[in-house]
């Protein structure tokens, strides 16, 4: 029998001066997230299951005792008697089940594939945790680079204005110049309000992600480092879609509803067949008795103790056909986890697929990118060279620096969604990658 594992190696905290990476950020996720840990419980009451499954396979014994006055009288020939009586009766009784023709042997394969179907479901939220985290951290690293962007246009357009306000101070420029660097220089502060929105509502999202307030005092270290070569695939997609189908715990938490399915309805069939038990008590029976006759009394003080040894059997003949629609109930219910089984297993196949494809097409946006804003710098500098020398309009100028900065804005989504998607790939075929320095070892589950 397996137990649930834990959360992680060891506890963690949130620390509100501490500025996190994604690799801390997924291991605070996965012990503050509450889906997570809700998940973990429930594996937790699986386990609990399995021995409360197994219990009947040990001897009841139990122990009851009475004590207490009463007063009567007896209708006799001679004449009523009367009476006063203080008992104490304790006894023990004992019941041992020798056969059940496969009831409790049912019943802890039943808790047993529950069990499995809760590591497994765990073992899925734990990827689906790390995922949201990843997307999040993705999402909001992108929305910060893209702000670094906006900022830098938004002090180009700048200085471009007061250069073209001086330049039509003295005469040197036009007004329809002044206006399109005006109506730049306001664009440029649109977009900045714009992407200091976006930056928070992805912190908010990445906050929530990791188990924490939308507003908590989260602090996020964007990771300075450039994107290397772009990864390969690995195989072919209809090799990684046999992977996914061996590998996702989801999937494999369906087989065990089916294995769970299946021994209800040899429970529910075993109903059909007796039970042969052993049954032992032993009671003990205390009094002080008065009684009194015709004027005559009478006191009396003893104890009995009763024994008693008995064999069992016990057959339900006929219930009113309960146990056969329960039978019935137990088969389309094996039945529809069979089905559920095989929509799971579809569904995999079309989430590798989907992913599969979605980053084949991130992988081509981010080489677009960088080829966009290599021209679009290219372009830039030419159209400065040239309008300081007086061989370029001030409109050319502005028109260059608004396509590089959108560049330079697309380049930042492109590594952000390149990177999404192979963690997407990644959760489609149900494998966990844990970035480096993570102390959660999900590859135990």
Do not use: C
Request: charged share 20%.
């Amino acid at each position: 029998m397996k137990k649930p594992y834990p959360l992680s190696e060891a506890a963690v905290s949130f620390d509100p001066n501490h500025s996190y990476e994604l690799a801390p950020l997924i291991e605070l996720s996965l012990a503050n997230n509450p889906y997570t840990r809700s998940a973990w419980f429930n594996a937790l009451a699986s386990a609990a299951s399995v021995g409360e499954a197994k219990s009947p396979y040990y001897p009841k014994l139990r122990f009851q005792a009475s004590a207490g006055y009463d007063q009567g009288y007896n209708p006799i020939q001679t004449g009523p008697e009367t009476y006063q009586r203080v008992s104490i009766n304790p006894g023990l009784q004992l019941e041992y089940l020798l056969l059940d023709f496969g009831r409790r042997a049912a019943d802890v394969r039943r808790t047993v594939a529950l069990l499995e179907r809760a590591n497994l479901s765990f073992s899925r939220r734990v990827q689906t945790t790390v995922f949201a985290v990843q997307q999040s951290y993705f999402a909001h690293t992108a929305a910060l680079s893209q702000r670094e962007a906006t900022k830098a246009n938004l002090e180009f357009t700048k200085t471009l204005l007061a250069m073209v306000e001086a330049q039509v101070a003295n005469g040197l420029g036009t007004k329809p110049e002044l206006d399109a660097a005006r109506k730049t220089f306001s664009q440029a502060e649109f977009d900045l309000a714009a992407a200091d929105r976006n930056v928070e509502v992805t912190l908010g999202n990445l906050r929530v992600a990791t188990g924490l307030e939308a507003n908590a005092p989260l602090k996020v270290t964007l990771e300075s480092k450039e994107m290397g070569p772009l990864q390969g695939l690995s195989g072919k997609v209809e090799l990684l879609i046999d992977t996914a189908v061996a590998n996702r715990p989801d999937l494999a938490a369906r087989v065990a509803d089916i294995q769970a399915s299946r021994a209800a309805t040899e429970r529910a069939q075993a109903d059909f067949l007796p039970k042969v038990s052993l049954q032992g008590s032993w009671n003990s029976e205390s009094y002080g008795y008065k009684a009194q006759q015709s004027g005559v009394n009478g006191t009396f003080n003893n104890t009995y103790n009763n024994v008693g040894g008995f064999a069992v059997m016990s057959w339900d003949l006929f219930d009113g056909f309960e146990r056969v629609e329960r039978v019935k109930k137990r088969q389309a219910e094996e039945s529809e986890a069979r089905s559920n089984a095989e929509a799971t297993r579809l569904e995999t196949t079309r989430d590798v697929w989907t992913s599969y494809n979605d980053s084949l097409k991130a992988r081509k946006r981010v080489t677009y990118a960088l080829s966009l804003v290599t021209s679009a710098n290219e372009n830039f500098n030419a159209a400065q060279a040239a309008f300081q020398n007086g061989l370029a309009t001030i409109t050319e100028l502005i028109s260059s620096q608004s396509a590089l900065a959108a560049a330079r804005f697309e380049q930042a989504g492109a590594q952000a969604d390149y990177l999404t998607s192979l963690a997407s790939l990644s959760l489609a075929m149900g494998q966990f990658s844990s970035p480096v320095g993570t102390k959660v070892k999900p590859a135990s589950l």
